[in-house]
């Protein structure tokens, strides 16, 4: 203890007693007290201070001193916000004596403190703290007594001693408690023998800081740990670009340039790949660098689809069966499938895995509708789900990875539809309550906007389905691909291994639609600067960088004095930095939609603020309240501190009608949503786009990126900004191939399988209605 108080001998503090705590977080172990100050070397006269802080177990009456900095809250004036801590205890006798009888310490009354003490002397913490054993030597204290004493002082003072020692390499708090989750005592041994096993085991533990620590403490720079632990850091690095492994050579490559050493040799991180191929650290195959969650979930996948696809279908159906069922739902449909639709609704029956892709308009909801309408006709079950006593014997399970589709899908069907997350059970921490020995039950699996699904998220759905269940997968390939890691829709198709129609014929585009024009001729490579004339549902509007937030706002004006409702225009761009930016276009639109007033309750964070009626994005899964990175939400309510049970300021958002409570640690996990990353707008729909497209965005303008926004508008795409700018993006195609190795894991599992055809050869071969018409 005296090493801790060392170092943080010049710093400011304020020594209080805890007098009570308003607020406790126990999963982030972030605390907001009340403290009476005892002392302080801060500018600070006032008696009592809050402060806030990830802490370990605060107790009452008890004395600490905290390190920190002031903070003014715009509501609840000067915090203490805490960066580091300890509990006080005085360096006398009767002070440890007090501290040990207090009531942190079960079982330990004040005789057996003072004998401790006795025993001991003035320095018992720190003896116990370095050696429990030393507690045997005190006469007549129980087993038991001694094991929780210094159980209870490891986690306490350990977690403190810890927190300290961390400060002084700059990791704030909130790093500490996950240190001490992952190593308890021995963080700060592991840290200063080999920080570079943080980087291992700490998530978001970033290289250049354990090489800080490590130059500090005088490590090595050719440590073959610090070899290690770049190499780890590359892959974590790629895998935030979407890859699933790094060839080899380029892993060698990207690690050389981040140790920038001339003692370290190619030849000494491949060797050093080896030896952690060996420990299991990553997996190394054909050549290929993986870390091994991500090896495991593309080679799970690619089981998890053998075991589905090898157990055969039970019941078929003849084509004659099939043309009159199909002939009986065009009829009360009131239309005609065209030739694919028709081969889609056909496959997907007789296929135990199948995928539809399609751009906009070509059908796809309208052939999920017939192959559930044909299915429930074929097996004689109902799509009513009232007619089933017990729901779960509903045969129909319908998915998509982010809430809004998953409520498209539901609307357009008429059927329930959740999100993966729901459907698997995730518990926000553990994983997913559903797997291989906790099946899905049902028949038939419709998995909507599969281009949004990554890697992970596919093996564990996957490794949900049970043998006997068909699955239709849903999806547009020349949408963005998933956030995460992986292309597993696109691997899918081009592996061949799975039956595949795409549907190409456009039937929205018959009612005039130029959105749809435009997206097609985006996908196909026809987009010119004729096309791009204005229409009754599309417009260009020609403006430079510095205009563009002008432009918008006064696009917004003129639908507002048409009567137009503002909340079904959605600004759609690339990216958040820049003068046409995301966060400028945010902080405008609210000015203008939704402006300061003395009536309407605001809070302020960082340098934006929420106010009642602003439209927000939530950024994050958030499973246990049922919202999902990608929700559009409106701040419904905001509670102060006093107003509430919690006694804590609370924000209110309501997303589809449901309420959820935001606190202000989660206030990151939201932002305004006048304006949205295009990334973040995947698998929603808006009735208006406005999509600001110039030069500025650089980089980011892309052919399915620009594809992904347009194709997000329902009936009404305003473009604004620079022509070629535009033409450029939608001429760029993304080449930043994505290394995963899905496609060969495929063809070499299933490579014993009788083989699938594709959709040339089913269409050379197959007789369909067609064929007779
Ligand atoms: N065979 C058909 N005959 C007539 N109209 C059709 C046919 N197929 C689809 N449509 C109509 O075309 C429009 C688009 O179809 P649908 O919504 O199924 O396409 P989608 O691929 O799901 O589109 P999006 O991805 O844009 O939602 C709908 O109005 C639908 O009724």
């Not at 405008?588 to 927000?616: H, M, T």
């Not at 009735?687 to 650089?698: G, K």
Request: proline share 3%; with cysteine.
């Amino acid at each position: 203890m005296e090493m801790e108080q060392q170092s943080n001998n010049n710093r400011k503090y304020i020594k209080g007693e805890l007098l009570y705590t308003i607020f406790h977080n126990e999963a982030e172990h972030f605390s907001i007290a009340k403290i009476k100050i005892i002392e302080t070397n801060e500018d600070f006269k006032e008696k009592e201070i809050v402060a806030k802080g990830y802490f370990s177990n605060l107790q009452e009456q008890t004395t600490y001193c905290f390190y920190g900095d002031f903070e003014k809250h715009a509501k609840f004036g000067l915090q203490y916000k805490v960066d580091s801590y300890q509990t006080f205890i005085p360096d006398s006798k009767d002070g440890i004596i007090a501290y040990l009888s207090s009531d942190l310490f079960y079982g330990v009354g004040k005789k057996t403190a003072s004998r401790i003490v006795k025993q001991l002397g003035e320095s018992a913490i720190s003896k116990i703290l370095r050696q429990p054993d030393v507690l045997n030597e005190v006469p007549g204290i129980k087993k038991e007594t001694a094991e929780t004493l210094s159980r209870t002082l490891q986690e306490n003072q350990g977690f403190e001693h810890i927190v300290v020692n961390l400060s002084k390499y700059g990791i704030g708090l909130k790093m500490a408690q996950k240190v001490y989750q992952e190593y308890k005592d021995e963080a700060i041994d592991v840290l200063e023998e080999d920080p570079y096993q943080y980087v291992f085991d700490i998530e978001g533990f970033g290289f250049n800081t354990a090489d800080e620590i490590a130059r500090q403490n005088g490590l090595s720079l050719t440590h073959p740990n610090r070899i290690g632990a770049g190499c780890i850091y590359v892959l974590q690095k790629s895998i935030q670009d979407g890859n699933v492994f790094l060839p080899l050579e380029s892993c060698v490559y990207l690690v050389m340039n981040l140790l920038s050493n001339e003692s370290i040799s190619e030849t000494i991180i491949t060797d050093r790949l080896e030896e952690l191929n060996t420990d299991k650290s990553i997996i190394i195959q054909n050549g290929n660098v993986y870390i091994p969650s991500l090896y495991y979930a593309e080679d799970g996948f690619a089981a998890h689809v053998k075991r589905i696809i090898s157990k055969p279908i039970e019941h078929e159906t003849t084509l004659a069966e099939l043309m009159r069922i199909i002939g009986d739902i065009e009829e009360t449909e009131v239309l005609s499938y065209g030739k694919e639709q028709f081969n889609a609704i056909n496959q997907a029956l007789h296929s135990k895995a199948m995928i539809v892709t399609g751009g906009p308009g070509t059908g796809k909801t309208t052939v999920v509708k017939g192959i559930l309408k044909a299915y429930a006709e074929i097996h004689g079950v109902s799509l009513d789900l009232k007619d089933y006593d017990n729901k779960s014997d509903f045969p129909f399970i319908l998915t998509a990875p982010t809430g809004r589709a998953a409520k498209r899908l539901n609307e357009s069907t008429g059927l329930p539809a959740v999100t993966i997350h729901r459907l698997l059970g995730w518990d926000g921490r553990e994983g997913f309550e559903k797997n291989q020995n906790e099946p899905l039950i049902g028949k038939y699996l419709i998995v909507d906007e599969f281009s949004m699904v990554d890697i992970w998220l596919a093996n564990s759905l996957f490794k949900a389905i049970p043998d006997d269940m068909q699955v239709l997968i849903v999806g547009d390939e020349d949408q963005l691909p998933s956030v995460g890691p992986g292309q597993v829709l696109s691997d899918l198709l081009s592996s061949e291994l799975i039956p595949c129609v795409s549907l190409n014929e456009v039937y929205r585009q018959k009612e005039g639609s130029k959105i749809i024009h435009l997206a097609h001729d985006i996908k196909n490579g026809t987009c010119t600067k004729e096309k791009l004339q204005n229409d009754r549902d599309f417009s260009f509007i020609a403006c430079h960088e510095y205009q563009m937030i002008d432009v918008i706002l006064e696009i917004f004006k003129k639908a507002e004095n048409k009567g137009i409702d503002l909340k079904e225009i959605q600004v759609l761009a690339p990216m958040y930095r820049s003068q046409a930016g995301i966060t400028m276009i945010n902080k405008q639109l609210q000015q203008l939609i939704n402006p300061k007033s003395s009536r309407k309750r605001e809070v302020k964070v960082s340098d934006s603020v929420f106010r009642i009626g602003d439209k927000v994005l939530q950024l994050v899964n958030q499973p246990e309240d049922g919202v999902y990175n990608g929700d559009i939400g409106e701040v419904a309510a905001i509670f102060e501190e006093d107003e509430n049970t919690e006694n804590v300021e609370q924000l209110v958002i309501l997303f589809d009608g449901k309420e959820v409570v935001y606190e202000r640690k989660d206030y990151v996990n939201i932002t305004l949503a006048y304006c949205v990353s295009i990334h973040k707008s995947q698998g929603s729909e808006f009735p208006i786009v406005i999509l600001p497209v110039v030069s500025a965005y650089n980089r980011m303008l892309r052919k399915n990126l620009l594809y992904t926004a347009i194709t997000r508008s329902k009936e009404s795409l305003i473009i604004c900004g620079e022509i070629n700018a535009f033409l450029k993006g939608v001429q760029t195609v993304d080449t930043n191939r994505r290394f995963t190795s899905l496609k060969e894991q495929l063809i070499e599992r299933l490579k014993d399988l009788p083989r699938k055809e594709t959709d040339e050869e089913t269409e050379e071969k197959e007789i369909s209605p067609y064929d007779f018409m």
